[in-house]
Every structure is written in structure tokens, then in C-alpha cells.
């Protein structure tokens, strides 16, 4: 049976073709960051108008590289939570409509649990029960993920996701848009001990994360006090050297809770979504801890890290269970 995935939960658009054995035969992703990169950040308006010029192209191409025609499909799936709802309704409505007219079930599936299954899919074997960390501009988060669609919040942020701290970071150190890559960029020039910023609930059992003090650690150290009138700082030692400790901060924080859910837990995998976990020191400090805790590590590569559609074949869990959306499926902005 073949399966299109819709994701158009925040400013990627994107489509998959996969089948009811996890086979992905296409991934297409629109990205618009070029859209929203002027004004520092997703504009949720604007992400909407994009998905609604972009989606149906978009599809077309998936089903195009995966050699099918769009009769050749026994399901649909879409991510319909969490996500910006006007950004949601564009692919839940697309979705909805292409079950109906082509008289093949519905599948709703939440957008963060894909993010674990990216792990699944890439791994190409089982590996639930596992730790599940989402890490991305709109979510950080632990999870005890029992089976691909049973995710038990751990922890998550009381304020600013990782993404979201790194990509205000880069806009304070005038690094631009989108902030994640930019600012790993310039930490591989700086020292990560330059400036020793908080490591906020490390300390604590709790698995909890907080990254607004970090982030304003950073504007502090950067300009003062007086943000005011402050410019960035341009190349150099310094912002080397901002940015270095900035990352290793947060780093340090997400490996470290890691470590913690780990041993609360019992488990010994962890799974890792998100388009943070791009990010290469990340990933090193993943892998030593890991190691060291006895544990396994899936980090999918970078194209199922960042929002795709092919994560989407979560609905293949649900699929086999029976468990069809109703044909007035709704967005939902809220994780559910
Ligand atoms: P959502 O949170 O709803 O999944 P999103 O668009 O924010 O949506 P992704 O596309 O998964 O999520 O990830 C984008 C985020 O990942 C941005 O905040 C970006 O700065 C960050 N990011 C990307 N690459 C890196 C990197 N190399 N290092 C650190 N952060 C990165
Ligand atoms: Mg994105
Ligand atoms: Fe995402």
C-alpha cells in the first residue's frame, strides 16, 4: 500500500511517498526560510500563503519521483498537531480533501512523535522502548516513547526551545537567519570556555529545560546593559567566542538531561529528532554520553532531522491498528 505524508506544521512543505513496510520512496521538502529570513523568524501568516502556493507542486513531485499517479495511493497521512494552526489547516485540508476524493483513509499523526519515528525509519529496525529527545526552533523536549505512538512527556521547556536560543543568538551576534547553522559556524573559530553562561536546571533531577537566561546571558555579554543601542558585534575574536560558549552551554544542558532521563528511567536507547540535532558538537557530546552510559544512540541523518513528510509514516502504526481519522479532522495547535 502506498502512503503520501503531508507535513506543513511551521515553514517547511513538504511531502512523502512510503509504503506499509517504512520503504520511503520520495521526500520533497520546500523550505521557506528565504521568505521569513528578513524578518528573523517564522511569520506565521506569511508560512501559510507559502504551504497553500507550495503544496500542491509539492505533491505532485513526491508522487513523481516515487513513479506513482496519485490513484496508486491507499492512504493518506498528515501531521495535524502540533504546529501553527493557519500553517496546520493548509495541509490537514489538502490532506482531507485527497482522502475524500479518492475514497482511501485518513490518518492524523503528531508532528513530535514523528520526529522520534525519523529514528525508527532511519535506523530500518525496531527501536522502541526508547528515551525520545525533540530538539527544534518550537520544541524541547524528553519523552519515554513504550512504542512509536505512546510518547510520555518527561520534560520539556519552560520557555525558549533550543532552536529558538540559537537562532536569537545569531540575531544578537548579527549572524542572520536561520541562526542553528550559522552559529556552529562561528563556534568552530571561538572558545567554548571564553564565557562560562548558566547551565539552567542541570543541577536538579527535574528534567526540565530552560534557555531564556542562556539567551540573555548572551545579549549581556555581548553589549552591556545598554542593548539599547547596541549593534552586533561583526567578526572576530569575540563573537567566536560568544557564540563557542553559547553552544557549549546548551550542549551541555541538552546531553546532560539526556544522561539524567536515561538513568530514570532504566531505558537504554535514545532517539533524537529535531533540527537541533544537526548540529555536529551535539551530536559528539550524544554519541561520548551514550558510550559511556551503556546506551544506544539513533540520530537520524540531517534530511529526517529537520521537518519532512517522510516522518509522517507514523501513520503506518496507526493504519495497522485501524485507527482512521474522521473526515473532519481538525489542526491543532496544541500537542496532542
Ligand atoms: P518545529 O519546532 O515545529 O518542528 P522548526 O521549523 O523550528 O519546527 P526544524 O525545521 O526541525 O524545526 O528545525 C529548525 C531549527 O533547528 C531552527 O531553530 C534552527 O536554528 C535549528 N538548527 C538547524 N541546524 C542547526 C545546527 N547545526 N545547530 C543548531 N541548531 C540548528
Ligand atoms: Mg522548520
Ligand atoms: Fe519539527
New binding site residues.
Partial sequence: TYFLGIET????TAAAVFTDDLAVRSSVVASQTDLHARFGG?VPEIASRAHLRNLLPVIDEALARAGIGVTDLGCVAVHHT???VGALLVGVTAAKALSLALGVPLVGVN??AG?VFACRLAAGRDIFPCVGL??????TALFRCDTALSLELLGGTRDD????A??KV?AVLGLG?????A??REAALGNPKAHRFPRTFLDTDRLEFSFSGLKTAVLYACHGQDVAKATPPGPGQKRADLAASF?AA?VDVLAGKCKQALRQTGLKRLAV????S???P?RAALTAMCAKEGAELFIPPLSL???NAAMAALAVEKWKRGEFAPPDLDAEPNFI
Fill in positions: 506544521s511551521c515553514d517547511e517564522v502540533p504546529g501553527l508532528h513530535v520526529h525533540v530538539v527544534s526552533g518550537g520544541h526551545a533550543a532552536g529558538e540559537f537562532d545569531a537567519f536561520p541562526g542553528g547553522p552559529v556552529e553552544q546548551a529528532g529535531g533540527g537541533v544537526a548540529n555536529g551535539l532531522c529537520t521537518d
